[in-house]
């Protein structure tokens, strides 16, 4: 949830290019992957920077987000470029009366045909936890994170209690910053209908999904920057774990009765350990 006065739309723009180039930094976007998209329970102007508007045809009828924005990454563009240059990138959707049509408004930059493949899974979590918290603000990432999805195709980690366990054992604020673990999905077509209902489930529970062989999905009714964090939380758990697995499995991790402690003095809430 944000206060107003609600930040402007360039800054909003700012912090996705910041996320986006973030991501690269850790690895979590090779080429033209991941996407992002942020939703805008307030009432925006995106002419200005963005001129061009034509309908499109929503993946999922959201009628009661009508009037609502979304900031969306294009088809087939690099994340880390965005800073450089929103226009060429970012489209902005504005949801149409109904709910089944949405006006992207585009740059004169642009340098996509469609918005990202993925927004039928954005536009579903999006919905489910507008629903369900009343937020007037959301982001979502999907990226590809090098040692998460490493783990991922490894048989023993594909379960979310494992998987939490062993990628959030490696430093204290672990658990602290991520105290409902880290979902787990087998692997689905990516952007099937499958995989987008199972990441609406998931993402009730999670601030993060691992879809195995494939990436994550993360969210934050905070900024997006805070959304990247979270990316970058579990993927450092999982590069120590990766690093252990290389090394014979030589490092003992946290103990289970040690982030108790942790989690006790911090006041925690956790069933994973
Ligand atoms: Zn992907």
């Not at 603000?137 to 090098?146: E, S």
């Not at 430093?171 to 099937?192: C, K, R, W």
Request: some cysteine; hydrophobic content about 40%.
């Amino acid at each position: 949830m944000i206060e107003p006065p609600y930040p402007v739309l360039e800054e909003l723009i700012g912090y996705v290019g910041e996320a986006g180039h973030r991501l690269a930094e850790i690895d979590a976007s090779e080429g033209a992957a991941g996407n992002i998209s942020v939703y805008l329970g307030w009432d925006i102007n995106p002419a200005s920077s963005f001129p061009h508007s034509e309908e499109i045809v929503l993946p999922t009828i959201v009628e009661e987000l009508e009037g609502k924005s979304f900031i969306v990454t294009g088809s087939g563009r690099r994340l880390r470029e965005i800073h450089q240059n929103p226009g060429a990138n970012l489209g902005i959707v504005t949801i149409n009366e109904g709910g089944r049509t949405g006006t992207l408004f585009t740059s004169s930059q642009r340098l996509f045909q469609r918005v990202t493949s993925e927004f039928n899974s954005h536009l579903a979590v999006h919905r489910d936890q507008i629903a369900r918290s009343g937020t007037n603000f959301h982001a979502l990432i999907h990226a590809q994170p090098l040692h998460l999805v490493y783990l991922s195709h490894i048989p023993r980690y594909q379960d979310t209690g494992y998987f939490s366990r062993h990628t959030l054992r490696w430093q204290p604020e672990s658990i602290v910053n991520l105290p409902e673990g880290i979902a787990f999905l087998p692997f689905m077509l990516p952007g099937s209908d499958d995989l987008m209902a199972a990441t609406v489930c998931a993402m009730r529970d999670h601030k993060i999904v691992v879809w195995a062989k494939h990436g994550v999905m993360a969210r934050s009714g905070a900024s997006v920057k805070k959304a990247c964090d979270v990316i970058e939380y579990a993927e450092t758990g999982a590069r120590y774990e990766y690093l252990n697995l290389t090394n014979h499995g030589l490092a003992e991790g946290l103990e289970a009765a040690e982030i108790r402690m942790i989690c006790a003095a911090f006041g925690i809430q956790q069933t994973i350990f």
